[in-house]
């Protein structure tokens, strides 16, 4: 029976097994009064809960969702509960972006003798929840189609088109070429407008070197692909960044690599261009300045605005510095630390978390699962053992519907929780323009608030901090419950 207003609701509880478990049954033993909306899960440690298992729950038509586990430094593994504290408050603070209220998701600390403590906990909650109306189900919410009204910030002129550097930049690479087992690089695609990676091994793959603003794949993606062999890369500053992280993580090894830096000029936004462009059969000729894009498409001269064109995330870019370079090329303006601001993010947050939850509804309804955004991220290293494609554990169902589209775009983004590095490669490789850096961008920003402004690859000897814990959180408020 529910001892709230005759009307249950459904709460998830993650249960630690050793000290809120424990908790519930002592207040269960002492007869105390409690609602009886909790349906609990008992978990070895609450370090064992996943934040899937949470977002999982609550897409799945979960009212609330509670986790306890035993106090800090009361942990029977010693430190789960540290690991848990950080991930639980990233996942809180998560949430709103997704269009879930986050007082639908709440964690705490229960001993197994505090059964008075445990009724309190349950009860307030279980009010807490009952105060919010059921939670939508994400297939009945109302699609939003609204367009992206995005304001552009631009921090520095992106020199678009310059190439004073290609000669210096080809010499530089001849030079150690012979020392290396290859150089990645970019060359031409399909036609002037596509560029593709390049595995440079001779002078005659040299040749073929592009470097400009058609040249949008991070190339750093490959890089755990040669572990064990002596390479070059040639990267620019969001994809610096990119390798830092992996060298943070022990994917990829220093020594083994030799860094090429160029200066980003900022990158075309291709689909957009395409669009402008409508079918072609040939495309003649091609030329990028810091104005202008004139094509030659057909037998027939275009032209169009460079401005109009660039990837949204390149414009308010300010990063153009690599923060590790062998040799760097080209002229730089020494900013690189900061984080690009992402203009979708800003578009979402002047929604209501209804409307967030239609917009997720309305975009995710053309994804067509082709997995692009995961196997481009340079951060994606699991490959083959990717949870999404497990049957074992089968986090995700075969089925193509729009919930499922969601979960797995969240898995992705919580894996890159502290890791992300902004590279934008998800979004700008989506076939179908799903704006979902946003969710990214969110995170980071999530990480960047709680722990001291922290940037995921600026430092090599960093560790990633969802990877580690103190044991006094300076920025995170947990709840007293009184
Ligand atoms: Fe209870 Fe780790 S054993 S939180």
Known sequence: MSALANEERRIVGFLCNWCSYGGADTAGVARANQPTDLRIIRVPCSGRVNPLFVVKALLNGADGVLVSGCHPRDCHYGSGNFYARRRLEVLKRFLPILGIDPQRFSYTWVSASEGSRWQQVV????????????????????????????????????????????????????????????????????????????????????????????????LVRYLPDFKGRKVGIIVRGCEAKSLVQLLQEGIINREELVIFALPCQGLLDLPLVEEALGRYQKLEGLEITDSALKLRVDGKDVTLATADYLQSRCLSCPNDTPVLADYPIGEFTGESATT???????????????????????????????????????????????????????????????????????????????????????????????????????????ISELFDGYQAGLDPKAVPPLLTYAQEEANIQERSWE
């Open 123 to 218: 009860t307030r909650f279980t009010e807490e929840i009952h105060a919010l109306e059921p939670a939508p189900r994400f297939e009945d919410v109302e699609p939003l189609e609204k367009a992206l009204t995005l304001t552009q910030e631009k921090h520095r002129p992106l020199g678009v088109g310059k190439q004073d550097w290609l000669a210096k930049l080809k010499e530089a690479i001849s030079d150690k070429l012979a020392d290396l087992d290859c150089v990645l690089g970019w060359q031409q695609g399909r036609d002037l407008l596509h560029s593709v990676p390049l595995f440079i091994q001779s002078a005659d793959d040299l040749q073929k070197l592009r470097c400009d603003a058609t040249c949008h794949n991070n």
């Open 340 to 446: 690009a601001q992402c203009p979708e993010l800003a578009f979402l947050d002047s929604l209501s978390l209804t409307e967030r939850l239609g917009f997720w509804r309305a975009c995710l309804s053309r994804c067509i699962l082709c997995h692009a955004c995961r196997n481009s991220c340079p951060m994606c290293v699991c490959r083959d053992q990717c949870i999404a494609e497990s049957r074992e554990p089968h986090w995700q169902s075969a089925k193509a519907s729009v919930k499922e589209k969601f979960f797995f775009q969240i898995i992705h983004a919580l894996h890159l929780a502290g890791r992300c590095t902004g590279c934008g490669q998800c979004q700008a490789n989506c076939p179908m323009g799903i704006p979902i850096f946003a969710l990214r961008a969110h995170l980071n920003r999530v």
